[in-house]
């Protein structure tokens, strides 16, 4: 369409009715022009949109724009460049005039604009509203209620502490204008489905609430299986129940998190902490819609900067160890390991000889390897990480997260008159966030407070896990230890599933526990100092021996992807971040009282609740790409489902080829465990499907006739752990060979290269794989017949007997007829086992000599035996009488 003036109005992306409202208003103030609505998430506003008549107010979509008409654009509510792309067309013009009208605080992309409009206004339509009454402008009889719903919904009905006298007098002009106030409440309100109700539960059951420069700030979470595009509307609603001072409203929604903050408090500024998740708004009023973090650090990145604004004024020189313990850059390799080791130290600073001038970092890591590979003779200079970032010691609570968190580095080295003074570490800043000392109080979960899970211990768990529980929090009590149950117990815990695995984990002197531990059920114990763990190994009143293992908290590291972690002391609430998932990231205090306390950091309940599966970070398959197998693993476990934002970074570490990295002996030990579930099939068809299999090996891709094949294994392993027989087919190899099914021996030795197998069992694996694929061919002589008839049971058994267990179910599974199949599993059962009703003594007694014949007789009895024509002792032995006879 052709405009109908030089003037296009637009206002930011993801719309509010004050946005929407000050777009028709500045349409009275530049006649004649055009309006573009950038569309909004809001349902109310979106039936606003949809009822108004689109052409009395020049309305119009952006295809049917011609950009090249315009040489004046008109911004609303925003002056960020990020918050109107789809008006780049004309502010990547320089002939094109611009005018803003904004009531938001500067940011960095804010577009520098010929005429600027900016006020500390509850709305910036009142702005509007009151250019419009000193120019005289009168308003029809509908815009007056329009332009209201605008200030009102801003001002949150001149309720929110951001609500000026300018917007009580522009609503007064606009009440004199003929404003419908009952019109505006119906306009505003919306009716709540089930979806929304649904909704705002999970928000209300997940408050939790943060004392922040003495106000109340609440961080709310919601799980939405689709998209909810008027999450904003629920924030609101929620606003109004409770009355919070401050919320931040958490939306889970297909890929992305949709974040809502609002406040009535001038102690906390909401829009700066959206502006750093990517999204933008005001001191009262912000929004952010977040595609590239996982809810924990969305979570993190709101609580981090609360905590800014808690405490502004602390600085790096508060926060660093002084003075700085580092070694010059021609120091040795072994003299630096001996230093960390001495000080109990993960990383140091490294400075250029002579002086305190940074040069690098040194981990402990690297240098204990170096000196282990022989190396240690050799300069610091040669090994150290040179690319470093400082920070002087003026740096705040922010710069000193982003070199740490952000750029994952160790420590920072803190520079001043270009020495370094002082380090600030990982710990340091594990530390600040755990103590929280006094600025950011967690006061508990509103409603529920802290939830306390004892009873399910009491309903669900056998009398000796119970006992053993109370014990480990006695002692910890005793000790002074804080102790708890972690990980996959208390996942299935909560889920009622049994689980007899129990992990504690010690903030403080693990090992000093486990030791209390096995005194206590007159067990032992085996340490692994490194890892700072220890199993307890003891017997239970059955006899039976049972093990523990005892951590102290940790957080493990990596040092590049798919390496393994390396572990340094750390807080409960670390140690928990470390794992994969946000349902194996839960534990139950032991030692408090009351006894039974769940601890949920990272909303693992929630997504339990939700049947979802998701991750801590975004990092976390990078660090380690088995996650992506495992996150399979626990879906078709439990029938849940993966998360969309967490299946997008499955994809990701797929697209950078991490896989490749992978050592052997971790992707057998992942390929095991999947084989080890209940529904196998489910879980290679669900890699299948992602692309995990192509990305082991392109050869592992499954075909239908390969799926249909593992199917049939799947229930020949079903049929074969019912008969109790003691020897156990190994259901990894079973599988192996599946999914080689039509490939070469060159293919299949890759395949079990590449997958990690046994490199020990290759020659044997591969061997059986050859034999089998040898006699197939020849078992169509025991086809489609109720016995077996002209072909001799014995043939079969001679056959078979060099078949493994593994590849005789193979056999078993791939057979289509009816009668082979049966004698196939007549062997597996019966016949394999069958021996001659003689021995060697009997034919010793009948006067034959110990020698080569004793066994071929014994043979030629059990082949008699197998073909029904020797069935019993007496006829054996009758046999056996013969043949010596005639070796006589």
């Excluded at 307890?536 to 293992?549: L, P, S």
């Excluded at 997504?607 to 197998?629: G, M, N, Q, W, Y």
């Amino acid at each position: 369409m052709n405009a109908a003036g030089s003037t296009l109005i637009t206002c930011h992306a993801n719309a509010d009715f004050d946005a929407f409202a000050a777009m028709l208003a500045a349409r009275r103030l530049y006649a004649p022009c055009v309006l573009l609505f950038p569309g909004s998430q809001e349902r109310g506003l979106q039936k606003v949109y949809a009822n108004l008549d689109k052409s009395a107010y020049n309305l119009v979509e952006a295809g049917d724009l011609h950009w090249e008409d315009f040489d004046c654009l008109v911004l609303v509510d925003t002056r960020q460049r990020t918050r109107v792309r789809h008006a780049a067309p004309l502010l990547d013009r320089p002939d094109v005039r611009v005018a803003i009208w904004d009531h938001h605080p500067d940011s960095p992309d804010d577009i520098q604009a010929a005429e600027i409009h900016l006020a500390e206004v509850g709305a910036v339509t009142s702005l509007l509203v009151l250019s419009l009454q000193a120019r005289g402008i009168r308003l029809n009889a509908e815009e007056p209620t329009l332009l209201g719903l605008g200030i009102y919904g801003d001002t949150g009905s001149f309720t929110y502490s951001s609500t000026t006298a300018t917007d009580f007098q522009a609503a007064a002009w606009l009440l004199g204008q003929g404003m419908d106030v009952n019109r505006i409440n119906d306009l505003a309100a919306q009716e709540l489905t089930s979806l929304h109700i649904q909704a705002l539960n999970s928000l209300l059951e997940s408050s939790r609430a943060y004392a922040v420069n003495n106000t109340q700030v609440v961080l709310a979470e919601a799980s939405m299986e689709h998209y909810l595009g008027d999450f904003a509307y629920l924030a609101h609603r929620l606003m109004e129940m409770e009355k919070f001072p401050v919320l931040f409203a958490i939306g889970i929604m297909e890929d992305r998190i949709q974040v809502v903050a609002r406040s009535r408090s001038n102690a906390i500024n909401v829009g700066e902490i959206c502006a750093e998740l990517g999204g933008g708004g005001h001191a009262y009023a912000a929004s952010a819609s977040v595609r590239s973090m996982t809810i924990s650090e969305v979570r993190e990145v709101i609580v981090r900067r609360l905590y800014d604004q808690a405490s502004p004024g602390k600085t790096a020189r508060e926060y660093m160890s002084t003075p700085a313990v580092g070694i010059e850059s021609t120091a040795s390799i072994r003299e630096a390991d001996e230093l960390m080791l001495h000080f109990g130290l993960k990383a140091v600073p490294v400075f250029k000889a002579g002086s305190r001038v940074c040069a690098g970092l040194l981990d402990a890591q690297t240098a204990s390897r170096a000196a282990a590979h022989g190396l240690g003779d050799l300069p610091v200079d040669d090994y150290m990480q040179r690319s470093v970032l400082t920070l002087p010691p003026e740096a705040g609570l922010k710069e000193l997260a982003d070199v740490i968190v952000g750029s994952r580095q160790r420590l920072v080295p803190i520079v001043e008159k270009e020495k370094v003074v002082g380090v600030v570490t990982r710990t340091d800043l594990i530390n600040v966030f755990a103590d929280e000392p006094g600025l950011l109080a967690d006061r508990a979960r509103l409603g529920a407070r802290e939830r306390n899970i004892s009873k399910f211990i009491q309903d669900r768990l056998p009398s000796e896990i119970r006992q053993m529980l109370h014990l480990a929090g006695k002692l910890g009590k005793e000790l002074a230890l804080p102790v708890y149950a972690v990980g996959g117990f208390v996942r299935d815990l909560l889920l009622n599933k049994p689980n007899r695995d129990i992990d504690l984990v010690v903030e403080g002197n693990g090992m000093a526990l486990a030791r209390a531990l096995a005194r206590e059920l007159n067990g032992r114990m085996r340490e692994h100092p490194k890892f700072l763990t220890s199993v307890v190994i003891y017997h239970d009143a059955r006899g039976e021996e049972c093990r523990i293992d005892v951590a102290t908290a940790r957080l493990e590291y990596y040092e590049y992807p798919a390496a393994l972690p390396t572990v340094e002391l750390s807080s409960i609430k670390m140690d928990l971040f470390r794992r994969d998932f946000t349902i194996n990231a839960l534990a139950v205090r032991l030692d408090s009282t009351p006894f039974g306390l769940l601890v949920d950091f990272f909303s693992g309940q929630r997504d339990i609740k939700d049947k979802a599966i998701r991750v801590l970070h975004t990092l976390s398959f990078v660090e380690d790409p088995t996650r992506c197998l495992r996150a399979v693993r626990f879906e078709q476990r439990y029938k849940f489902r993966i998360g969309a934002s967490t299946e997008k970074l499955i994809r990701n570490v797929l697209s950078l080829n991490l896989m490749d990295r992978l050592s052997r002996s971790r992707l057998f030990n992942e390929y095991r465990h999947i084989c080890e579930e209940a529904d196998p099939v489910a879980c290679l068809s669900r890699l299948d499907e992602l692309g995990i299999l192509q990305a082991i090996t392109p050869q592992l891709a499954l075909t239908p006739n390969k799926k249909n094949l593992l199917r049939r294994l799947m229930e020949m392993l079903a049929w074969y752990r019912l008969l109790y027989f003691d020897e156990r087919a190994q259901a990894w190899l079973v599988y192996f060979y599946g999914l080689n099914l039509r490939l070469n021996y060159a293919e299949t030795s890759a395949n079990f290269d590449r997958l990690g197998l046994p490199e020990i069992k290759k020659a044997e694996i591969l061997g059986q794989r050859e034999r089998m694929r040898a006699i197939r061919p020849k078992l169509a002589d025991w086809q489609s017949k109720d016995d077996v008839g002209v072909a001799k049971v014995s043939a079969l058994c001679e056959l078979l007997r060099p078949i493994s267990l593994e590849c005789l179910l193979y056999c078993m599974a791939d057979a289509t007829d009816q009668g082979l199949q049966k004698n196939l599993s007549r062997y597996i059962t019966q016949w394999r086992r069958e021996k001659a009703d003689i021995n060697g003594a009997d034919l010793l007694r009948l006067g034959l000599e110990p020698g080569p014949l004793v066994g071929r007789i014994l043979k030629a009895a059990l082949t008699a035996k197998l073909d029904g024509k020797a069935v019993t002792a007496e006829s054996q032995l009758k046999l056996a009488r013969k043949l010596i006879r005639e070796c006589s």
